[in-house]
Each structure stands twice: as structure tokens, then as C-alpha cells.
């Protein structure tokens, strides 16, 4: 029944890994996006794919790298993690681009040691 | 530069006790403005948008009001399951459409 759900919901690993989010959408939803929350709780978007195409891409380290296989799903990857890279990061879909209604995952806390 | 400010950062009321939040904003070409629960460790939930000035939006015990510098969420006699941080964002207009967030209020309920 999860509308949007990320895997791992935890994820603890040291400097210099890559690692990989997975989320999936059973909304049936065109548009889906990746965002950052910091400690102190400031939501920014990273990603946002509609239908498979990137539609927004703003200034992330291109150690970052988002896929989506199909318009269900949206992967991101990092590579060579950073400690500032530590940060809840959150997948949401809404049914089409520019949608004021977004759904968001439950959230993946990335812990970097 | 495109900003959203929201105020105060934390909020402790009575339950019972009536208050509003404020969300103020400086963006070139508003499309839209929204609100968003957030509960600890979960992701945001949608509660409203608002698309002009004057225009109100209701549910619950929460009523959203926009103007053209800012919006207010009011909470109406409040409940502890109201606690929850209050996130605003706006949306700009052209063609990506993203949004841009507040860092929220922390809304603490007593019972």
C-alpha cells in the first residue's frame, strides 16, 4: 500500500564508498524528484525526472548521479561520499511536472563516518 | 535572490490556545504557494495551496491565507496531534516549476 517508498531507511558508511537509494512509486505518478534535508531541517531539491527525462538538475556534485529505469522508479547514486554528504535524503512523486501536490518517501538518513 | 522565510523557528502552545504561523516570501514570478506537515522521521505531507492573494484555504483546525509578501497558517484551538513542523514553500513559474522551501516551524502541542 506505501505510495513512495526509499530503501535503505538507514544507511551508515565511512568516506570514500559509493552507495546507492532506491525508490519506487505505485502512484501510477509522471514526475519524480530527489531532495536533501540538512540538520537543520532545509529541504532542497536535486533531481526531478518526468517520464524517464531529467527536468530539473540543480548544482550537485556530479558525484551524484540520479537514474530512472522507468517512470515507477528513481535511483540515486553517490560515489566517493563525503562527510558533508550526511543528510536525510527524500524521494517524492507527484502525477505530473510542476505538480503543487508532491508525496514523499519516508526518508533515507545517510550517515557518512 | 528567491527566499522563504518562516517564523517563529519553534512554537509551544496550550492546547486550546489559538495561534498563526507566518511564512514570508521574496520570489520573481510566484505560480503558487504551499504548505507542508512534516512528522519526526517522516517525509512532508501536502496541505495546501495557495495560488493568489486573498485566497484562503481550511482543514481542520488549520486555515491557510496568502497575501502578496506572505502567508499565514492559522491553527484553531490546537490539539497535541498537531504537533508536527510546518514547512512552506513557493513555487516559481517558467518551465521547471521547483519549489523553493522554508525551514519550517516547530509546532509543540501541550496537553
Known amino acids: 500500500d506505501t505510495a513512495v517508498s526509499q530503501t535503505p531507511k538507514y544507511l551508515v558508511t565511512q568516506m570514500g564508498n559509493d552507495k546507492s537509494i532506491k525508490c519506487e512509486q505505485n502512484l501510477g505518478h509522471d514526475t519524480m524528484y530527489w531532495y536533501k534535508q540538512d540538520s537543520k531541517k532545509f529541504l532542497k531539491i536535486m533531481f526531478s525526472?518526468?517520464?524517464?527525462?531529467?527536468?530539473i538538475n540543480e548544482t550537485v556534485p556530479n558525484r551524484f548521479s540520479p537514474k530512472s529505469p522507468d517512470k515507477a522508479h528513481l535511483n540515486l547514486h553517490i560515489n566517493s561520499l563525503e562527510l558533508g554528504d550526511s543528510a536525510v535524503y527524500f524521494c517524492?512523486?507527484?502525477?505530473?511536472?510542476?505538480?503543487?501536490?508532491?508525496?514523499f518517501g519516508q526518508g533515507t538518513r545517510l550517515t557518512v563516518v | 535572490e528567491d527566499q522563504v522565510t518562516q517564523s517563529p523557528e519553534a512554537l509551544r502552545l496550550q492546547e486550546g490556545e489559538s495561534s498563526s504561523l507566518n511564512c514570508s516570501y521574496t520570489?520573481?514570478?510566484?505560480?503558487?504557494l504551499f504548505w507542508y506537515r512534516q512528522d519526526p522521521g517522516k517525509g512532508p505531507e501536502f496541505l495546501f495551496t495557495l495560488y493568489s492573494a486573498g485566497e484562503e484555504k481550511e482543514k481542520e483546525r488549520l486555515k491557510a491565507t496568502l497575501t502578496k509578501k506572505e502567508s499565514f497558517l492559522h491553527i484553531t484551538a490546537p490539539k497535541p496531534e498537531d504537533s508536527a513542523t510546518y514547512l512552506c514553500a513557493v513555487q516559481k513559474s517558467g518551465n521547471n516549476r521547483k519549489l523553493i522551501w522554508g525551514l519550517g516551524t516547530s509546532l509543540a502541542v501541550n496537553p
Open positions: 517524492a512523486s507527484s502525477l505530473r511536472k510542476g505538480d503543487t501536490e508532491a508525496f
Open positions: 520570489v520573481s514570478g510566484l505560480r503558487g
Open positions: 525526472y518526468n517520464n524517464k527525462e531529467l527536468i
